[in-house]
């Protein structure tokens, strides 16, 4: 079966430091991969998404950027954090076809910018 | 474009009386349709999805939601709440071709009441 992993699921950082959160997906070839932002009281926001290897898709102009090296691992990065990026992060995994199929969650990071 | 409106932000429910979560969504061809629940400091989990045939769509926990075209709707219900409902509620849509991406409502926030 497919799992996807995230991690940390807490962080706490400084303004100003860089950032890394992973996610990873087993069980599952060439998925789909997506980044979203949930902030305090809000919705989810849609960051960037991946349909494959390198190719990555922003859906906001930001402080963030993901990369894609690897088939099952997506990694969201920042040279420097400002205060509004702290959320709650999620990634998500779908398999490639059609749009009837749904995205898979990880369990999140919360992100706490100090 | 397509768009999700979720109706109440927040919805107070008594245990053992009716859950209805409404759910509107605007799209230039027939979508796809999810509901996911988010428990505190978790990801989204899937409750029920539309794609085609029949319009009543049955889920995990005893929720239930049927896709109305004629009113763009996509409510979710369960007849019987339980303290273990409690939770944030997500309606999601996908357009049909090649989009793949997700757009979110805003989300419900469930509350059950002893």
């Known amino acids: 079966s497919q799992t996807i992993h995230q991690w940390p699921a807490t962080l706490v950082q400084p303004v100003g430091s860089p950032l890394s959160l992973e996610c990873t997906v087993e069980g599952t070839s060439n998925p789909n991969l997506y980044w979203y932002r949930q902030a305090a009281g809000r919705g989810l926001q849609l960051l960037f998404y991946?349909?494959?290897?390198?190719?990555i898709s922003s859906e906001v102009p930001q402080n963030l950027s993901a990369s894609r090296p690897q088939d099952r691992q997506f990694i969201l990065s920042s040279k420097k954090l400002l205060l509004s990026d702290s959320g709650f992060y999620l990634c998500a995994w779908r398999g490639q076809g059609p749009d009837n199929q749904p995205q898979h969650f990880g369990d999140g990071t919360r992100l706490s910018i100090l | 474009a397509q768009s999700v409106t979720q109706l109440g932000s927040h919805v107070s429910v008594s245990e053992g009386a009716l859950v209805l979560l409404r759910c509107n969504y605007s799209?230039?061809?027939?979508?796809?349709l999810f509901w996911y629940v988010q428990y505190p400091n978790q990801g989204l989990q899937l409750l029920l999805k539309y794609t085609t045939g029949a319009t009543l769509v049955k889920g995990i926990n005893g929720f239930e939601a049927e896709f109305k075209k004629s009113e763009t709707s996509f409510h979710l219900t369960k007849p019987s709440a339980h303290m273990s409902d409690a939770a944030e509620y997500f309606c999601?849509?996908?357009?049909?071709?090649?989009?793949?991406?997700?757009?979110f409502g805003q989300g419900t926030r469930l509350t059950i009441n002893p």
């Open positions: 999601a849509v996908s357009l049909i071709q090649g989009a793949q991406k997700l757009v």
């Open positions: 991946s349909v494959g290897i390198g190719q």
């Open positions: 799209s230039s061809v027939p979508p796809y």
